[in-house]
């Protein structure tokens, strides 16, 4: 079981960068192998920038993620949607590489918690005939929610981030099964 982590900011510091790596890392004591796309490090161009096609950064990408069985993934939500970085990067996958593979949704967000960036998320997957899982997580206020050590703070956002995985994990198990 191979998951891809995907954020919608470019440092892997970033709160959605945190919470893409605490999922991963919760998926590897599952028993799950974990990669972590990193932007900031392997930048993405814009989808019809000059050379974009060529660009050796977007191969890699798309054959890692044809290779992946999962994806986790994050956005910071921006203006009430996902940011552009994460959808660019929605924009250079396709059905051949995620269609018919689980996704886990989760969002950050500087006020209250709220399902619209996770909601426009699922509708954009459905283009990519991919199985986004019904379990979700929006982390609202999220400059208070991790501790000094990375953490998260609330044991109930920890449990619903370890649900959200684990269904990704199941769903994958299943999807995997009926490609055999
Ligand atoms: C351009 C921009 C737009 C934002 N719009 C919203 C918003 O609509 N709602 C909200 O709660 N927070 C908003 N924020 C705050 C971000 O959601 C918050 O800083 C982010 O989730 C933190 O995660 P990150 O470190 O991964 O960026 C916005 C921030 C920026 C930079």
Redesign the pocket.
């Known amino acids: 079981m191979r998951i891809l982590g995907l ?3 470019y ?1 892997p ?7 893409v790596n605490l999922a991963l890392d919760y998926a590897r004591s599952k028993g799950a192998e974990v990669i972590f796309w990193d932007c900031n490090e392997k930048p993405l161009p814009f989808v019809g920038e000059d050379g974009c096609w060529e660009n050796a950064n977007v191969k890699e990408f798309q054959s890692l993620a044809a290779e992946c069985d999962a994806f986790l993934v ?8 996902m ?1 552009g970085v994460m959808k660019n990067t929605f924009d250079w996958l396709y059905d051949k590489h995620v269609g018919g593979k689980a996704f886990g949704l989760m ?8 399902a ?1 960036t996770l909601n426009h998320m699922r509708i954009m997957l459905r283009w990519l005939h991919a199985w986004p899982v019904p379990e979700q997580l929006s ?2 206020h ?2 208070e929610a991790f501790d000094e050590n990375g953490q998260l703070s609330d044991p109930k956002t920890v449990e619903r981030m370890h649900s959200l995985v684990d269904a990704v994990l199941n769903t994958a198990v299943m999807m995997n099964s009926q490609d055999e």
Do not use: A, F, W
């Open positions: 954020s919608g900011e440092r510091t970033s709160k959605s960068g945190m919470m994050c956005s910071p939500e921006y203006h009430g949607t940011s969002s950050t967000l500087g006020g209250i918690q709220n619209n982390v609202g999220v400059k």
